[in-house]
């Protein structure tokens, strides 16, 4: 099965990294990719978080639509993985699998982002010989796509939990689903915990040195970045952890601009092992948990693991 992964700009200094060849007016795309055998492009719109966020809802769909189209028509792609604020203009996923005229597979990757997000916690803890259930987690962003599976896996494992979010029906809905102790808050109350989880839509960096405790620990999954690698430096007690990185079992690269030799999102990682796998099926919006666990089973197949904590790609020692 042929593959796509879809996104967009992180930062003003990726349009540098491109090969000028691959810029075709809205679109950046990648020459054909040979992944052990596993064939795919990286295509990307030719836009920065900022103007798909601002930009009319209905304009950047079609962008993203016509992306799709173009992954299509013209390079044979059944299978298309939509990346960072491209999943969340388009309602997870939906919008694209609902439109006729796209025959194809719609995934967001997000299930192994968030099985990998919390592997990142977890194996943080265990690295600072911390107990989670004598410690308190804030997940900001806790309604989103992978915010709502992070908390129902995380929230029973730690002490107490603040689940934040800017939309109070949206946490009374959230409320419902997660068990443990824990409580919903409209405000961000990150200082208040020792570990944080950061996987929201913003389109810029969201914690400032205001909003982190003493020697916490911030697993950002959020693309672009929720804390800045400014902050990092400036606060040399907290420790920031890449949330959705995992090792890249092939010695051919996903050519995705500022990524660390032998790293790769793991939303991406998950539409190669889909695509693998040959399975012909959507994921998009809510995460199915038993999908993460088919995710997972995935990875130790093919390779795709966490096997080391980092830091903007920097191995956090």
Not at 297 to 309: A, D, I, M, R
């Amino acid at each position: 099965m042929k593959f796509a992964t879809i996104s967009h700009l992180l930062n003003i200094s990726n349009i540098k990294q491109i090969p000028p060849s691959w810029i075709k007016g809205d679109l950046i795309t990648s020459p054909e990719l040979d992944i052990n055998g596993t064939i795919g492009h990286v295509i990307a719109l030719n836009l920065l978080p900022k103007q798909v966020i601002e930009s009319p809802k209905d304009i950047i769909r079609k962008k993203i639509l016509d992306a799709t189209l173009y992954a299509q028509d013209e390079l044979g792609v059944e299978l298309i993985q939509l990346g960072a604020l491209t999943t969340s203009v388009t309602k997870g996923g939906k919008w694209i699998s609902d439109r006729e005229e796209y025959t194809g597979y719609v995934t967001h990757g997000d299930s192994y982002t968030a099985a990998v997000t919390c592997q990142a916690v977890i194996k943080s803890m265990n690295l600072f010989k911390q107990d989670p259930e004598k410690h308190s987690l804030a997940i900001v962003g806790a309604y989103g796509i992978i915010g709502e599976a992070v908390s129902k896996i995380l929230v029973p494992k730690f002490g107490k939990t603040i689940l934040i979010g800017r939309r109070e029906d949206k946490l009374k809905e959230l409320e419902s689903k997660v068990t443990g102790n824990f409580e919903t808050s409209m405000e961000l109350k990150t200082k208040e915990t020792d570990v944080i989880v950061t996987a929201t839509s913003h389109p810029t960096a969201l914690l400032t040195n205001e909003h982190l405790k003493n020697n916490a620990i911030i697993v950002d999954v959020s693309q672009p970045p929720n804390l800045t690698y400014d902050v990092c430096k400036t606060r040399k007690d907290i420790t920031r952890i890449d949330g959705g990185f995992v090792d890249f079992p092939f010695d051919y690269p996903i050519p995705i601009p500022g990524m660390p030799i032998g790293k790769n999102f793991a939303c991406i990682a998950e539409v190669i092992m889909q695509a693998m796998e040959n399975e012909k099926g959507n994921h998009v919006g809510t995460i199915d948990l038993n999908h993460i666990e088919k995710t997972e089973k995935w990875s130790q197949k093919y390779g795709f693991t966490l096997n080391e904590l980092t830091n903007f790609g920097i191995k956090i020692q």
